[in-house]
């Protein structure tokens, strides 16, 4: 069969002949129709993410898109394993998946579930979020900001503020919900007086940036807020601005406020595929906006430094030469 695959850590993936898995045991083979590029998958395929075990050869690919022997079209996850979605063929527990009607669109539904997903799981399985609640999403003009931004508001958040350095990007949040927006990339003074502003009464964070911007946001918020006892949920997503933040300690003295991370390991597996079927139904409804380009899996090379530019989320096509 066909693949993405990677040999060395500091290169990225090649097209090439790889061979077929054998299903072990509680296995399937799958025919891939659509795998994304998501920042979960380049640090995998560099080697860098937390669950790397360092093993190469290595096919990239955490979830997709695919139809079983039997003609059922599944959204799969995978687990940790070098054997992952970006191939025309790749190994399935049907146990991790979720059977999708004929109607969706495979490029859709590869591009949104990861990014969906960070959101989703944050706020429906580590926090008790209350509808009406107000919602701060920090680094929102992201894939999985975008969404985090409309979940909030369909998971019944009152307000919605989004947070983002891309004033182009930003500026098209409004329509998918936001109620405020705040520009990271205007002079830093600025933008951290409009997160104590917001920050006065927010309910729960989502955070994709950590880094300086937490600590930065954290330090203006906290000082700002109108109730010390009102509960403030920071939620640890991403952390494209830096793996580490600097957070006062006085922060977590002088308000009520809790830090949670969601991700795997703090979500258990079987929290996660739980989700599976209410997100792929939600995401399939209609009511989200999605930014997808498919891409053939012969073109992965020159995708893969098309992903780490553009916005729209790359979608690897194993069968469109
Ligand atoms: N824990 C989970 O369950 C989970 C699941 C999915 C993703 N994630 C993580 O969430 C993060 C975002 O994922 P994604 O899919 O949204 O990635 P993405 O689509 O590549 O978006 C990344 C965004 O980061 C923004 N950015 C980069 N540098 C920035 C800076 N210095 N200040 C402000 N914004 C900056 C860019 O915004 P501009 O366009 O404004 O420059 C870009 O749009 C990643 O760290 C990913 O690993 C976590």
Redesign the pocket.
């Known amino acids: 069969m066909r693949a993405a695959v990677v040999t060395a850590f500091h290169t990225p993936p090649s097209c090439e002949e790889f061979p077929t898995p054998e299903p072990a045991d509680g296995q399937v083979l799958i025919d891939v129709l659509a795998s994304a590029i ?3 998958v380049r ?1 995998q395929a560099d080697g860098s993410h937390y669950t790397s075990v360092g093993e190469l050869p290595l096919i990239p690919g955490i979830d997709g898109v695919g139809r079983t022997a039997d003609g059922q079209l599944r959204y799969f996850v995978l687990p940790d394993t070098n054997i992952g979605a970006m191939a025309e063929q790749t190994l399935i527990d049907p146990r991790r998946s979720v059977v999708l009607p004929e109607t969706i669109d495979p490029i859709v539904i590869a591009a949104a579930m ?2 969906a ?2 959101s989703w ?2 706020l429906r399985r580590r926090i008790d979020f209350r509808p009406g609640s107000r919602v701060l999403v920090m ?1 929102a ?6 969404m985090a931004v409309q979940i909030a508001k369909r998971l019944g958040a009152s307000h919605v503020t989004a947070a ?3 004033a182009e ?2 500026a098209g949040l409004a329509a998918l919900g936001a109620d405020t927006l705040i520009n ?2 205007q002079e830093k003074a600025t933008a951290t007086s409009e997160l104590a502003a917001v920050g006065r009464d927010v309910d729960v964070v989502v955070d ?2 950590w880094g300086e ?1 937490a600590a930065t946001a954290l330090s203006a918020i906290v000082p700002a807020r109108r109730d010390d006892a009102q509960k403030l949920t920071w939620i640890q ?5 830096g793996p580490e933040s600097p957070i006062p300690s006085a922060a977590l003295r002088a308000c009520n406020l809790h830090i949670v ?4 390991g703090s979500v258990s597996p079987r929290d996660i595929l739980a989700e599976l079927p209410s997100l792929a139904s939600e995401i399939t409804s209609g009511h989200y906006d999605i930014a997808a380009r498919a891409v053939p899996l012969a073109r992965v090379t020159a995708a893969w430094a098309d992903a780490a530019v553009t ?1 729209d ?1 790359l979608v690897v096509i194993p069968s469109a030469r």
């Not at 003009?141 to 975008?146: D, F």
């Open positions: 998501h920042p979960r640090s990861n990014p997903m960070s799981i944050a680094g003009t992201g894939n999985a900001g975008r983002g350095r891309d990007k930003l990271l990339g994709y940036l911007w997503v991403g952390s494209i601005t991370g969601s991700g795997q916005t989320r």
